[in-house]
């Protein structure tokens, strides 16, 4: 249906003219948000002129703040655009004022976000980049194969037209003061001692 209203204009891609890239992922998830690191991180060594700014839910934005990958946050809050359509359209408007050369959606692998592809299709971005999926023609104009492999390096490989050959960068993660603590007093308190591994083996679809 979305189809029938917006225009898909193909362009040729020109990779080394991208100066200004907005990066979408507003999860509040940590450990989806923990998969998309290499991603970034590999999208700063491709680009390391470029300002790369990221569209992100402020909860987990902490997991983006490495030094020297991000330069400025757009936080998304989903129920205050509910409550407030107005603040949703302003909130368009001041994206399509940064002139952004190229959007990536590093969205969920599982599934479609319609609300992450309305992003990117109206941040005005000249070049709107995802991997290929059902619905995906009607909002991006340049799209890649979808590998069947961790999410972590499907996520990056969504950068392949930016990259001159493909290395999947690290994903480290430091936690915080608080978080720390945390997890020393609950050890603490239940006896556990050494070095403990946990797995989570996460909420969404089949993981057992």
């Not at 989806?32 to 491709?46: V, Y």
């Not at 020297?68 to 603040?87: E, L, Q, T």
């Not at 952004?100 to 992450?116: H, P």
């Not at 104009?141 to 499907?154: A, F, G, P, S, Y």
Request: aromatic residues 10%; charged residues 25%.
């Amino acid at each position: 249906m979305l189809g029938l209203f917006l225009r898909n204009r193909q362009i040729p891609f020109e990779p080394k003219t991208v100066q200004r890239i907005l990066v979408i992922r507003q999860d509040e998830r940590i450990g989806n948000m923990l998969l998309t690191i290499p991603a970034i991180k590999l999208l700063r060594q491709s680009c390391p002129d470029a300002v790369i700014d990221g569209l992100v839910s402020e909860k987990f934005c902490r997991f983006w703040q490495i030094p020297g990958i991000i330069d400025h946050f757009h936080f998304v809050n989903k129920k205050s655009f509910i409550r407030n359509p107005f603040g949703y359209l302003g909130f368009l408007k001041g994206l399509r004022r940064e002139k952004y050369d190229l959007v990536i959606d590093l969205s969920s692998a599982d599934s479609i976000s319609i609300n992450s592809m309305l992003y990117t299709y109206f941040c005005g971005a000249k070049w709107r980049l995802d991997y290929i999926r059902d619905g995906s023609d009607t909002f991006l104009n340049l799209q890649v194969d979808r590998h069947d492999t961790h999410e972590i390096d499907i996520l990056a490989r969504i950068l392949e037209p930016l990259t001159d050959g493909f290395s999947l960068p690290d994903m480290p993660f430091t936690p915080s003061k608080d978080e720390t603590a945390f997890a020393d007093d609950f050890l603490a308190e239940h006896e556990i001692s050494g070095k403990p591994v946990g797995i989570n083996l996460g909420g969404r679809k089949i993981k057992r």
